[in-house]
């Protein structure tokens, strides 16, 4: 599964303790406004493509998230390109902040902490990108690429620094001699362990890896999943992972959050996988992922994020519609504890609001 020639046994996805986790999000909206940032030939080039200026509405990037991380698990965010999967990642670390609904931290909204419990939570919620390439100064060592969080945080004398430095680029899979490196200098396995090294300065609690692997051969692809594996059961992390890569994520996580237009159509729990009454695009996903199944292969394009369909996002491409889900965006409702889903198709005795 995945091409990479992994069983699940060969993984060590049992999760820990799945209590609640300090992290969660409720009703989380964030529309990003082109025409505000993007350069003139930016949004020519738009207006041109989509027939109307860009910005005129937003770009709506992620739409009525709720969602609550539980201590211990790996959480796969999983959907297509432009589904809001890595804007969703960013707004869990505080890099960018809601419209609308909160982004909680131990009950409190990341947003207004105040600058000592802002310091607290970027050391406790740490994010590894696609391109570690595009995220490390190349005017840095690997030493000082790792060492800087510490000295932002005022952690450790020279030497304690030092030799913490030496034991993560360790930890990670690198040799000591790698300190005095530069990023160019390294193979892209190699920056991606850096930029580990770099998130697991802080002792963080939460990691989050945004399409860790996607950039990477596939021999080396193994290495990091195996290292993100290892370091979540050493480190007791929690691990969210995102990734449009569902037979991979299907085999590491404990549960699954699945994106499509901005909104969370499904969460489920790996148990659940192929008995739960998965959502119309899960079950698409699934199909195409396995290349069979033609009644479920997905056709026509993804919603445009700037002037979605009023109902459900995935309406246009949906073989189940019916009249109400052009009109009515569907709530998502709790199934049993392992499963939700946002589909008027789907109902359950105990018709929950979100989870
Ligand atoms: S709400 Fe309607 S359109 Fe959306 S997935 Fe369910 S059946 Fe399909």
Redesign the pocket.
């Known amino acids: 599964m995945g091409g990479l020639g992994w069983k699940s046994d060969d993984l060590m996805t049992s999760p820990t303790s799945l209590t609640a986790s300090p992290l969660s999000l409720e009703q989380v909206n964030l529309t990003f406004h082109p025409r505000r940032s993007l350069s003139l030939e930016l949004s020519t080039w738009l207006k041109r493509l989509s027939g109307r200026p860009a910005g005129s509405h937003g770009i709506q990037a992620v739409r009525g998230v709720n969602l609550a991380l539980k201590t211990g698990e790996i959480l796969a965010i999983v959907g297509e390109s432009g589904s809001g999967k890595t804007t969703l990642g960013r707004l869990m670390t505080g890099l960018y902040h809601p419209d609308s609904g909160r982004v909680l931290w131990a009950g409190r909204e990341v947003a207004g902490l105040n600058n000592k419990s802002r310091k607290n939570f970027r050391r406790r919620v740490q994010i590894i990108f696609q391109d570690p390439g595009s995220s490390l100064n190349p005017r840095f060592t690997a030493k000082a690429v790792v060492e800087e969080a510490l000295i932002i945080h005022n952690l450790g004398s020279n030497t304690e620094r030092h030799q913490r430095v030496a034991a993560l680029l360790k930890e990670v899979g690198l040799p000591t001699e790698a300190a005095g490196r530069f990023s160019h200098e390294f193979s892209g396995g190699q920056r991606q362990r850096l930029s580990l090294a770099r998130a697991l300065a802080l002792d963080p609690e939460i990691l989050i890896a945004d399409e860790p692997v996607s950039a990477l051969d596939v021999s080396i692809q193994a290495q990091i999943i195996n290292l993100l594996l290892n370091l979540r059961t050493r480190r007791a992390l929690t691990l969210v992972f995102i990734s449009h890569d569902l037979p991979l994520v299907r085999i590491i996580a404990d549960r699954l959050a699945i994106m499509y237009g901005g909104r969370l159509m499904e969460v489920v729990d790996k148990s659940l996988l192929g008995k739960a009454p998965h ?3 899960v079950l698409s996903l699934w199909a195409s992922a396995s290349g069979g199944g033609n009644n479920f292969i997905l056709k026509g394009e993804p919603p445009d994020p700037a002037s979605p369909p009023p109902g ?1 996002p ?2 246009p491409r ?1 073989r ?3 009249d109400i ?1 052009h009109v009515e965006i ?1 709530l998502m409702t709790n199934f049993n504890p392992g499963f939700a889903c946002a ?4 109902r359950s005795p105990t018709e929950a609001s979100n989870r």
């Not at 589909?343 to 789907?346: F, G, I």
């Open positions: 959502h119309p695009y459900c995935f309406a949906c189940e519609a019916i889900c569907p589909c008027h198709r789907r």
